[in-house]
């Protein structure tokens, strides 16, 4: 973090992050009103005019501009301006508040470590880490408003995103206030050596699968950071294998048509020259090393683990309900959110998710009367709340029963996998027998 931030006084940093979000607001609903797939609109006054309308430079100002722009409501539909001005609005505020909460309150540390020296020495990183949230919050706002108006969340969103967030893991390398760590920005464990000596770790390889940390700098690293990037690759084509086909045709018809349906679309290109690039990019990381390359992977595995969860009961859920149970929209977003927050954290949001959806569901049910919430809103919040809550969820509890069940854990994981396939295949026969006689 450049000294010159880390210089100014706490109102003055303030000031800058209330503009910084009005700015990150306005972005927000420039993303929202101009990603949309199925009804796009120009009420965005950075995007097209519509017919009729003229745009000055005082329609552009972050929330002074819509009451400016109320004068196209005949346009627009009546208080369309309201939801926007106050996201603007709740974007700074919410950007303050946690500016606040990260890097003067010292909840991020443990309780006893909450004293005015390691507060200062955790300063840098704890700037760090705020900026990287509030990108990351930005873009989730975008996300999460556009998943409410229409049931997708743009790939325009989630794509960039995830290559930011790929791309701050393996440049944004902080150090301590007294050089004594470098740290890249994401989560790390925190305490007290000898009840004296303060401590900072990535959280990257606290598992006991990856036993034998230097070896993931190794060889055996890059192979799995080039294969999860690959798999990432791949899971963006344009992904079609028929049943139908499967049951008709054969295994070869098939596959036959899948392949023909990756190459059908010219975007396969594109792709392809994105994984040769990032393929490149990966390799270079892992040839500088140290925390360059630790922060890029943990960003690949955080991708893997979110994007994987989501692909996972996605696959197994659709195959037992014979229907899409969830949106790939969801993969994506949570393959960005894991590039962002790394592997344990969005796993425990993904976890939370549940408990969020239901202040979720019953303030969207007081507000428009519609009971159907897509789930992508309910990971952003699940996401908010991991890192809030980043020390006491992880440190308290998530660590102590990743020590405890071991290897175990990710068996066990894979068996709740099959009992939920299990549960749902059972559920659409009951459905069926009753319903569909």
């Known amino acids: 973090m450049p000294s010159v931030w880390l210089n100014l006084t706490f109102e003055i940093q303030c000031v800058l992050v209330a503009m910084l979000g009005l700015v990150g607001g306005a972005l927000a609903n420039w993303m929202i009103y101009r990603f949309a797939y199925f009804n796009p609109r120009p009420i965005s006054p950075w995007g097209p005019c519509p017919d009729a309308a003229t745009r000055t430079f005082w329609d552009r100002l972050p929330v002074i501009g819509w009451c400016f722009l109320r004068r196209e409501s005949k346009l627009h539909g009546a208080g369309f301006w309201i939801r926007p001005l106050l996201i603007e609005l709740g974007t700074a505020i919410s950007l303050v508040w ?129 294969g999860i990037w690959t798999a990432w690759c791949f899971a963006l084509c344009d992904r079609r294998w028929s049943g139908v086909i499967l049951r008709r045709r054969g295994f070869q018809r098939a596959a036959q048509h899948f392949i023909n349906g990756l190459f059908h679309h010219q975007f396969w290109k594109v792709l392809f020259g994105l994984w040769l690039i990032g393929s490149c990019i990966v390799v270079s990381v892992w040839c500088i090393g140290e925390q360059h390359w630790h922060g890029l992977f943990t960003g690949l595995v955080g991708l893997a683990a979110g994007g994987g969860a989501i692909w996972s009961i996605r696959i197994v859920a659709t195959w037992a309900l014979r229907i899409e149970a969830m949106g790939f929209g969801d993969v994506t977003l949570m393959a960005m959110i894991g590039a962002f927050v790394g592997w344990q954290a969005v796993l425990i949001a993904f976890f939370l998710s549940p408990f969020a959806a239901i202040a979720i569901v019953l303030i969207r049910y007081v507000i428009t009367s519609d009971t159907q919430t897509p789930y992508g809103p309910y990971l952003c919040a699940g996401t908010m709340l991991t890192i809030l809550f980043w020390n006491s969820i992880y440190q308290d509890w998530l660590r102590p029963n990743l020590l405890l069940f071991g290897s175990t854990l990710l068996w066990l994981c894979i068996a709740m996998l099959g009992l939920m396939a299990f549960m749902l295949f059972v559920w659409r026969l009951i459905k069926t027998a009753i319903f569909y006689r």
């Open 98 to 226: 946690l500016f606040q909460f990260e890097t003067q309150s010292g909840e991020l540390l443990p309780p006893n470590m909450r004293q005015a020296a390691n507060l200062a020495d955790f300063s840098p990183y704890a700037n760090s880490l705020f900026f990287v949230h509030a990108v990351l919050f930005i873009l989730m706002v975008a996300a999460t408003f556009i998943d409410f108006d229409e049931r997708i969340i743009p790939d325009l969103i989630t794509i960039p995103g995830t290559l930011l967030g790929l791309l701050l893991a393996s440049t944004l390398v902080t150090g301590s206030a007294n050089g004594s760590v470098t740290l890249p920005f994401m989560p790390t464990i925190s305490y007290l050596q000898n009840n004296e000596i303060p401590v900072y770790q990535p959280a990257t390889f606290d598992a006991p699968w990856f036993t034998g940390n230097q070896s993931w700098f190794g060889e055996r690293g890059l192979v799995w950071g080039l």
